[in-house]
């Protein structure tokens, strides 16, 4: 089903199969909503509410935070808009307010495309598509981004779904246990969050960081980036999020996302914190523009393609 009518934060595409329901805005191609049987597994937004904290929303060029809004490449320049002041950065891309058109869609299946044009910060143009399907098996993402443009261009995906494993009230995070299979994360400064360095999980802090076995979440604040993620035998790395009683939501990225963002949601305009737990699948890690880390850089009609999957657990 899609919604003719255009409200907040877009044209509204629905989607159903197997016990899923996946509600996609157009505005940013974010995921608005996603039902198991009834049971949220994102922290849903209204159709007609400003998209909140970047919830379900796409990433591109770049996820994550370019410190002042600037990077060289290809020995030019380029600056970027500052749209976090306080931490003068440029964050979360260029694509999270355009308007995706409807490319394709069934029952269980929707393509959205938008085109990103050229402009004084990124001067190239990229066409971008994401399609959004359910099964049984729960909604497997992907998105595909092409460079239109006569130059190489530099690239980063993302996404940024908060996931839920209960009723998102606030603090809810605390009792949840969290499972991420990564040998190592990045520490950023406390006023910026910006890179500081990588470290082993094991090894900084007495483990504190260490999600390699499930744990609970507790009073632990994340706003960090995880790579190194141990993978199944079908190349995906997984990530879950249960309740006491085992009931959740797994994440499973493929080989191009490298890096996961975990945010236990600590800054929030809604006086709602800890409410939902952002794991946000990058191509790279935060200020990648700059460090070149894992950036991804696009010849001229070259595609570049990143997939993740959302699934429930437990009970329904």
Same mark, same amino acid.
């Given at each position: 089903?899609?919604?003719?009518?255009?409200?907040?934060?877009?044209?509204?595409?629905?989607? /159903?199969?197997?016990?899923?329901?996946?509600?996609?805005?157009?505005?940013?191609?974010?995921?608005? !909503?996603?039902?198991?049987?009834?049971?949220?597994?994102?922290?849903?937004?209204?159709?007609?509410?400003?998209?909140?904290?970047?919830?379900?929303?796409?990433?591109?060029?770049?996820?994550?935070?370019?410190?002042?809004?600037?990077?060289?490449?290809?020995?030019?320049?380029?600056?970027?808009?500052?749209?976090?002041?306080?931490?003068?950065?440029?964050?979360?891309?260029?694509?999270?307010?355009?308007?995706?058109?409807? $490319?394709?869609?069934?029952?269980?299946?929707?393509?959205?495309?938008?085109?990103?044009?050229?402009?004084?910060?990124?001067?190239?143009?990229?066409?971008?598509?994401?399609?959004?399907?359910?099964?049984?098996?729960? +909604?497997?993402?992907?998105?595909?981004?092409?460079? %239109?443009?006569?130059?190489?261009?530099?690239?980063?995906?993302?996404?940024?779904?908060? +996931?839920?494993?209960?009723?998102?009230?606030?603090?809810?995070?605390?009792?949840?246990?969290?499972?991420?299979?990564?040998?190592?994360?990045?520490?950023?400064?406390?006023?910026?969050?910006?890179?500081?360095?990588?470290?082993?999980?094991?090894?900084?802090?007495?483990?504190?960081?260490?999600?390699?076995?499930?744990?609970?979440? =507790?009073?632990?604040?994340?706003?960090? !980036?995880?790579?190194?993620?141990?993978?199944?035998?079908?190349?995906?790395?997984?990530?879950?999020?249960?309740?006491?009683?085992?009931?959740?939501?797994?994440?499973?990225?493929?080989?191009?996302?490298?890096?996961?963002?975990?945010?236990?949601?600590?800054?929030?305009?809604?006086?709602?914190? $800890?409410? =939902?737990?952002?794991?946000?699948?990058?191509?790279?890690?935060?200020?990648?523009?700059?460090?070149?880390?894992?950036?991804?850089?696009?010849?001229?009609? %070259?595609?570049? /393609?990143?997939?993740? $999957?959302? $699934?429930?657990?437990?009970?329904?």
């Amino acid at each position: 089903m899609t919604d003719p009518v255009r409200a907040a934060s877009g044209r509204q595409h629905v989607i /159903t199969a197997g016990g899923y329901r996946a509600s996609l805005a157009s505005k940013g191609a974010s995921l608005r !909503a996603l039902t198991h049987h009834g049971r949220d597994l994102v922290v849903p937004f209204d159709a007609d509410e400003e998209r909140p904290a970047m919830r379900g929303a796409l990433l591109a060029p770049w996820p994550n935070r370019t410190a002042g809004g600037r990077y060289s490449f290809d020995g030019r320049t380029h600056l970027l808009a500052i749209d976090e002041p306080a931490r003068r950065t440029a964050n979360h891309g260029l694509v999270a307010d355009l308007d995706f058109a409807l $490319r394709e869609r069934a029952h269980s299946r929707v393509v959205l495309g938008a085109v990103l044009e050229p402009s004084h910060g990124y001067p190239w143009r990229l066409d971008v598509q994401v399609e959004v399907a359910v099964t049984a098996d729960g +909604l497997a993402h992907t998105v595909v981004a092409r460079n %239109e443009s006569a130059t190489p261009a530099p690239l980063g995906l993302g996404a940024h779904p908060y +996931l839920i494993a209960g009723p998102p009230r606030p603090h809810a995070v605390d009792a949840w246990t969290l499972e991420i299979p990564a040998a190592r994360v990045m520490l950023v400064t406390p006023d910026r969050l910006l890179p500081d360095r990588i470290v082993e999980v094991a090894a900084h802090d007495g483990g504190a960081l260490d999600f390699r076995a499930p744990r609970a979440i =507790g009073a632990c604040e994340l706003n960090h !980036a995880f790579t190194a993620l141990r993978r199944d035998a079908d190349g995906f790395a997984r990530l879950r999020l249960t309740s006491p009683t085992c009931a959740g939501v797994e994440l499973a990225v493929d080989g191009a996302y490298r890096w996961v963002q975990a945010y236990s949601s600590d800054e929030v305009e809604d006086g709602r914190p $800890r409410t =939902g737990l952002a794991l946000e699948p990058m191509t790279c890690p935060p200020d990648a523009l700059n460090s070149k880390h894992d950036l991804i850089v696009l010849d001229p009609g %070259e595609v570049a /393609t990143a997939a993740f $999957r959302l $699934r429930a657990i437990g009970t329904r």
